[in-house]
């Protein structure tokens, strides 16, 4: 018979294994794509190239997986676009927003990152300052990672600084476990109580991903799309994300580049 706590582990070692991998070529892809990114590209093609580089890769296309298939290899949300923005045949232009959101799935598992960057040199202060600070709300979340911790730590810790910031709070989009499945259990707001919700235990993986705005939070899905997600007073959005691993003593992010 095997002992269960035996096999257990080696699960939960592969996984971990796996997901390193797979977080390591979503790390380095996304960190060419913000290199590989200028102005006058589309979003489609932007997209080939990222389908392109994931098989290149090793890994697999992830959004080609889902039940409800999306129109592309990664999610482009440009300006008032906040999330899973479906890849068009409009130019990019100096001084767009654009954020990148990308599952790849390897070895059997899934990692999940978002970046979001201004297009060419030229770009509002405003939205530089509301990437800055989105990104350093991702970072204060994912220093609260250690086992025993709340998912309302994080998302107290995401809220303080995004509201400090004067940034709207995404509520109505979330973080979310992730592993065998793209979306898992526990669902990761980016607000909450501290000491409140699930408690994580070494192993856990999730994705962390702040979501911010420059005006009023409401959003709504574009009809002509079906899929991106728009700024209801046409301000612009903003989202960052990596996939993170609760080890024995806090936390590992798994989608780094080298």
């Not at 809220?159 to 979310?176: F, M, Q, T």
């Not at 990761?188 to 999730?206: A, F, M, R």
Request: proline share 4%; aromatic share 6%.
């Amino acid at each position: 018979m095997v002992n269960k706590e035996t096999a257990d582990d080696k699960t939960l070692n592969e996984k971990i294994a796996a997901m390193r991998e797979g977080g390591k070529i979503l790390g380095n892809l996304l960190r060419d794509l913000k290199a590989y990114v200028q102005p006058g590209m589309t979003g489609k093609q932007i997209d080939a190239w990222v389908r392109q580089e994931i098989l290149a890769r090793g890994a697999e296309v992830a959004y080609d997986m889902l039940d409800e298939k999306f129109p592309g290899a990664i999610c482009i949300s440009v300006n008032d676009a906040l999330v899973h923005g479906a890849p068009t045949d409009e130019p990019l232009e100096e001084g767009d927003k654009v954020s990148f959101d990308l599952d790849i799935y390897y070895k059997g598992y899934f990692t999940d990152s978002a970046f979001t960057m201004i297009v060419g040199r030229k770009g509002s202060p405003a939205v530089k300052k509301m990437i800055q600070v989105t990104e350093s709300s991702m970072w204060e979340g994912i220093e609260q990672v250690r086992p025993g911790a709340h998912i309302g730590d994080i998302g107290h810790a995401v809220e303080a600084v995004l509201r400090k910031g004067h940034l709207g709070v995404i509520e109505n989009y979330v973080g979310h476990g992730i592993g065998k499945t793209m979306h898992e259990s526990p669902e990761v707001p980016n607000y909450g109580k501290k000491g409140h919700g699930y408690k994580l235990v070494e192993g856990d993986t999730i994705c962390i991903e702040p979501m911010s705005c420059l005006g009023k939070p409401a959003n709504y899905v574009d009809k002509d799309s079906n899929w991106t997600v728009k700024m209801a007073d046409g301000s612009i959005g903003c989202h960052c994300e990596h996939t993170v691993l609760v080890t024995a003593t806090g936390y590992e992010v798994l989608t780094l580049a080298d």
